[in-house]
């Protein structure tokens, strides 16, 4: 799969708002060692989590994966993804679970993302025909390079 090196926008959804509305976010880590990400709120009944995914690998809870699925219910409330020497770009978009199948990116979903400094705030919306940005709620902080020591 052919990765984007900018966000996807879900078109549909952010002209119906009158607001981006984002399906895949694309973030520049170059100049970041880890980032924190911490769930905030989930209002579904249906599972609801984040997919991350960098170009080269994260050490997430002590694991090396190339990307990684965070669940709101079996995820810390706050977890440590550690950037490898030489990652670009980090990959993220919400995920839901129904009981019939996990679902990503429908024309009806989508995150509002809220950004500052190195803070960015995720509000989804998993699918439906009215959407609702309370679904999931979470923060990713980027933390900067720390400068090596000499």
Same mark, same amino acid.
């Given at each position: 799969? @052919?990765? +984007?090196? @900018?966000? /996807?926008?879900?078109?549909?959804?952010? &002209?119906?708002? #009158?607001?981006? /509305? *984002?399906?895949?976010? *694309?973030?520049?880590?170059?100049?970041?060692?880890?980032?924190?990400?911490? $769930?905030?709120?989930?209002?579904? @009944?249906?599972?609801? #989590? /984040?997919? *991350? @995914?960098?170009?080269?690998?994260?050490?997430?809870? #002590?694991?090396?994966?190339?990307?990684?699925?965070?669940?709101?219910? =079996?995820?810390? +409330?706050? /977890?440590?993804?550690?950037?490898?020497?030489?990652?670009? $770009?980090?990959?993220?978009?919400?995920?839901?679970?129904? +009981?019939?199948?996990?679902?990503?990116?429908?024309? =009806?979903?989508? &995150?509002?993302?809220?950004?500052?400094?190195?803070?960015?705030?995720?509000? !989804?919306?998993?699918? #439906?025909?009215?959407?609702? $940005? =309370?679904?999931? *709620? $979470?923060?990713?902080?980027? !933390?900067?390079?720390? +400068?090596?020591?000499?």
């Amino acid at each position: 799969m @052919k990765m +984007p090196v @900018k966000k /996807v926008v879900n078109s549909q959804l952010s &002209m119906k708002y #009158g607001m981006t /509305v *984002v399906l895949w976010d *694309v973030i520049d880590i170059r100049h970041a060692d880890y980032a924190k990400l911490c $769930f905030l709120g989930v209002n579904s @009944k249906w599972r609801q #989590g /984040v997919w *991350v @995914k960098s170009n080269a690998s994260i050490l997430v809870e #002590g694991q090396t994966c190339s990307s990684v699925s965070l669940w709101f219910d =079996t995820a810390p +409330p706050c /977890v440590v993804l550690t950037f490898e020497p030489g990652a670009e $770009f980090l990959h993220l978009y919400n995920i839901w679970e129904t +009981p019939y199948a996990q679902g990503s990116q429908s024309r =009806t979903s989508g &995150m509002i993302i809220e950004e500052s400094e190195n803070l960015r705030t995720y509000h !989804c919306t998993d699918f #439906g025909e009215d959407a609702d $940005f =309370t679904r999931l *709620v $979470f923060q990713l902080e980027l !933390c900067p390079l720390r +400068p090596i020591a000499g």
